[in-house]
């Protein structure tokens, strides 16, 4: 890979269904595998990710349907949690970095957290007893002309807009709108979290700024995404991720933390808070 780029990566992601049906590079998924070796020691087996790689042709690789909406890869990352109580904050951030470096490899990815035939990859993966799937990341190189389905689903879902600053980051008692020629380069930091990913582009996060913190929310979408894994909360820990990585590019410092001092606003869920470090 050349060198670590997040920011750039951020820029040139967006999902791809439509795929050239070439194999991977053998260097390339050398440091996929690599960096999937690497959250799976951090997750320490709370969860994992496996790479799924159908090469035949056959009945099995038939049988692993996403109904059509992913074309001309058989390449996915699995993600398999093994607990009763699943940490979807923590899984989408983590996730989130896969795609980020498998952009940076040159690969395109699509998150699947709901249109994929669950039961035929839970056979394939031959999960135990206490497993679960609960996002797939398909990856390859990205064709250049998307399917019919592809693009009506980019439509759908109009996955080329982004809800404005305005709507999504305020500040104080979270009554006004943030004003992002105040707060010197976390505008990028801020811009980079306003064109992530979300489940269906339902960009559920909402951020205040409030002294020395940036307080991370969750308005969730009523019956949205909590049936086998809280997509939305997954989404937020996509959110905490290209803030991060956006915060340690920009040579800017701080920690996350809970704390009791972020407001409440009615029909939004606290997560978690940036304090700000200035040193
Ligand atoms: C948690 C999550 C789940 C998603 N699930 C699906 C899915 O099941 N099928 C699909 O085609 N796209 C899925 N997407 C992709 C989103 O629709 C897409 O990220 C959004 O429309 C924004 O478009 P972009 O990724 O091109 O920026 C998912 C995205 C996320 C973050």
């Not at 559920?204 to 002294?211: E, G, L, T, V, Y």
Request: aromatic share 10%; proline share 2%.
């Amino acid at each position: 890979m050349e060198t670590i780029n997040w920011i750039q990566w951020m820029q040139n992601r967006s999902s791809v269904r439509t795929f050239e049906q070439s194999a991977i590079k053998a260097e390339t998924m050398n440091e996929l595998n690599q960096a999937i070796d690497a959250v799976n020691k951090e997750l320490s087996k709370k969860a994992y990710f496996k790479l799924i790689q159908s090469k035949s042709k056959g009945e099995e690789a038939q049988k692993l349907g996403t109904y059509g909406i992913i074309q001309g890869t058989r390449n996915f990352i699995a993600v398999i949690t093994t607990q009763e109580e699943v940490d979807a904050l923590n899984l989408g951030y983590h996730i989130e970095k896969i795609v980020l470096i498998a952009t940076g490899l040159g690969l395109g990815t699509c998150w699947l957290g709901g249109t994929f035939d669950r039961s035929s990859f839970e056979e394939h993966l031959a999960l135990k007893n206490n497993e679960k799937l609960v996002i797939l990341i398909a990856f390859g190189y990205k064709k250049n002309k998307q399917s019919m389905i592809e693009s009506t689903m980019r439509i759908l879902a109009k996955s080329d807009q982004r809800k404005p600053s305005s709507e999504l980051f305020l500040e104080g008692d979270g009554e006004t709108t943030l004003n992002l020629d105040a707060v010197g380069d976390y505008s990028k930091v801020l811009e980079m979290v306003r064109i992530a990913p979300s489940a269906s582009n339902k960009q559920p996060w909402r951020i205040i700024k409030d002294k020395g913190h940036y307080h991370f929310y969750l308005t969730r979408t009523p019956g949205y995404g909590v049936m086998n894994y809280d997509l939305q909360l997954n989404d937020i820990g996509i959110a905490k991720c290209h803030f991060e990585l956006s915060v340690f590019e920009l040579s800017l410092k701080g920690t996350w933390e809970t704390t009791m001092s972020a407001p409440e606003i009615s029909n939004w869920t606290y997560v978690t808070s940036w304090l700000i470090h200035h040193d």
